[in-house]
């Protein structure tokens, strides 16, 4: 069955710091994967999406993930974080069709 | 360019009650998913629409049911309320193009259903 894991429950960072969010998923075929953010009280955002080709994929707001396939992971990073970025990142792969398995979500903490 | 805007953003209903959420895509997107969110958990799918039909559907009983519009909105109905049923509830617009996932979703900023 297809799933999404994301290991770490929060995750405290300081401002400038770097930031890498881990994420682990199970699928059959070649994944679609995707990270999202989420800010209180607001919607998913998609910062940014693999489907094939390079396996480092660059996304808005300076984010970039690393697809893995041998670790079946998908890991995002940003070199220095920005207190802004204080959010929930959600990982998740697209599970045929249009739908769409997220993980549980990583609390990101910037404390300056 | 409107994005995907939902209605109401809060609602509270008691435990049997029916409800109904509404959302409307973003503007040339043809194709509406729904997800719940609970507390402290990632989205779950529900259902996808596209043509006014369903098209696919996640692991929710049949007391959650939808429909599409010939404007490509959507409603979202829940029946026989529990109180497990208390969630954000998110809706996500795209284009479909094939069956592929090149168009991303686009999320609404959700409907928080409280029953009690």
């Known amino acids: 069955a297809q799933s999404v894991t994301q290991p770490d429950i929060h995750i405290t960072v300081s401002e400038g710091a770097s930031l890498e969010l881990r994420c682990n998923y199970s699928?059959?075929?070649?994944?679609?994967l995707f990270w999202y953010v989420q800010s209180p009280g607001q919607g998913l955002q998609l910062l940014l999406k693999y489907f094939s080709g390079d396996t480092l994929v660059q996304g808005i707001k300076g984010f970039e993930a690393e697809f893995k396939r041998s670790q079946s992971s998908f890991n995002l990073r940003k070199p220095s974080v920005h207190w802004s970025d204080a959010a929930e990142y959600f990982c998740a792969v697209g599970a045929g069709g249009f739908k769409t398995i997220f993980g549980a979500g990583t609390r990101l903490f910037v404390k300056a | 360019d409107a994005g995907v805007t939902q209605s109401p953003t809060h609602l509270i209903k008691t435990r049997g009650q029916q409800v109904t959420l509404r959302c409307s895509p973003k503007?040339?997107?043809?194709?509406v998913s729904w997800y719940q969110q609970a507390l402290g958990q990632g989205p779950q799918f529900i259902f996808q629409y596209y043509e006014e039909e369903e098209r696919q559907r996640g692991n929710f009983p049949d007391r959650f049911s939808g429909h599409q519009f010939p404007n490509y909105s959507s409603e979202l109905n829940v029946n026989a309320l529990l109180l497990g049923d208390s969630a954000l509830y998110l809706c996500?617009?795209?284009?479909?193009?094939?069956?592929?996932?090149?168009?991303?979703?686009?999320f609404g900023n959700g409907t928080r259903l409280t029953v009690t």
């Open positions: 699928y059959g075929a070649t994944p679609y």
């Open positions: 996500a617009s795209s284009l479909r193009e094939g069956a592929s996932y090149n168009s991303p979703l686009h």
């Open positions: 503007s040339g997107h043809d194709t």
